[in-house]
């Protein structure tokens, strides 16, 4: 079945930097595009990055641009979120996602495929 299951969240204090990961399993490798989304409390979800299949194409939304880098291996059917100058508004639930065709989208309603979920916290 296909699955994804992400990792590398926990407490940071402002300022620092946190690198998430999504390994994908059931999917062709080179064949589906992975966004990332994240749920602050009492809050909507909202889409963080996103990569196209071949890693070409990417997103980011204006709150994270230029902090986020999103980028894939897909010889490990994994995809990366490095996160660097975090901020309190950072905190939150990561959630990856994937779906097929193939171009990059920050739109959840988009993904059929989700992970679990991993906490991140930003705090002093």
């Known amino acids: 079945q296909r699955q994804l299951v992400e990792s590398g969240g926990g407490l940071v204090q402002p300022g620092g930097s946190l690198r998430l990961s999504c390994a994908a399993s059931?999917?062709?490798?080179?064949?589906?595009?992975v966004g990332w989304f994240r749920q602050a409390p009492g809050k909507e979800r909202e889409g963080v990055s996103c990569?196209?299949?071949?890693?070409?194409?990417?997103d980011y939304a204006d709150s994270v641009k230029g902090r986020f880098t999103i980028s894939r291996d897909n010889a490990k059917n994994t995809v990366y979120l490095q996160m660097n100058r975090l901020k309190p508004e950072d905190t939150g639930v990561y959630y990856c996602?994937?779906?097929?065709?193939?171009?990059?989208?920050?739109?959840?309603?988009?993904?059929?495929?989700w992970g679990q979920g991993t906490q991140v916290t930003v705090s002093s």
């Open positions: 996602a994937a779906r097929i065709p193939t171009m990059c989208s920050l739109g959840a309603y988009r993904y059929p495929y």
């Open positions: 059931g999917f062709i490798a080179d064949y589906y595009t």
């Open positions: 990569i196209s299949s071949s890693g070409g194409s990417t």
